[in-house]
Nanobody, 126 residues
Framework: QVHVVEFGGGSVQAGGSLVLSCTAS????????MAWFRQTPGKEREGVAA?????????ADSVKGRFTISKDNDRNNLYLYLQMNSLKPEDTAMYYC??????????????????WGQGTQVTVSA
């Protein structure tokens, strides 16, 4: 079983920056791909950024040039980060970290990820 936990959400003014962190533990050695998603009430979940098994990265058009995804690991855990710059009020959402061991092409589709965290709230004020 893989346990996923997000950290780093908070409130920031428009134009500011935040860094989200995610830790995947447990049988994380099997994890090949990870991604960040976000969702606001009444809207569908949106893939924000993903990193594949081969290190390839993919971003939603809405965050290209502003957000950067990165991945790291130690002996027991995998770590995923999302550097968010030039934040806009429309970036306000609950952000979720997702991971899977069975990975195809780098994906921003939620259905392609098995393990999910509980989410961390990001609020950007105008």
């Amino acid at each position: 079983q893989v346990h996923v936990v997000e950290f780093g959400g908070g409130s920031v003014q428009a134009g500011g920056s935040l860094v989200l962190s995610c830790t995947a533990s447990g049988h994380s050695v099997n994890i090949g791909c990870m991604a960040w998603f976000r969702q606001t009430p009444g809207k569908e979940r949106e893939g924000v950024a993903a990193v594949g098994t081969d290190g390839s990265m993919r971003y939603a058009d809405s965050v290209k040039g502003r957000f950067t995804i990165s991945k790291d690991n130690d002996r027991n855990n995998l770590y995923l980060y999302l550097q968010m710059n030039s934040l806009k009020p429309e970036d306000t959402a609950m952000y979720y970290c997702a991971a899977d061991a069975i990975c195809g092409p780098t994906s921003l589709l939620g259905e392609d990820y098995k393990y999910w965290g509980q989410g961390t709230q990001v609020t950007v004020s105008a």
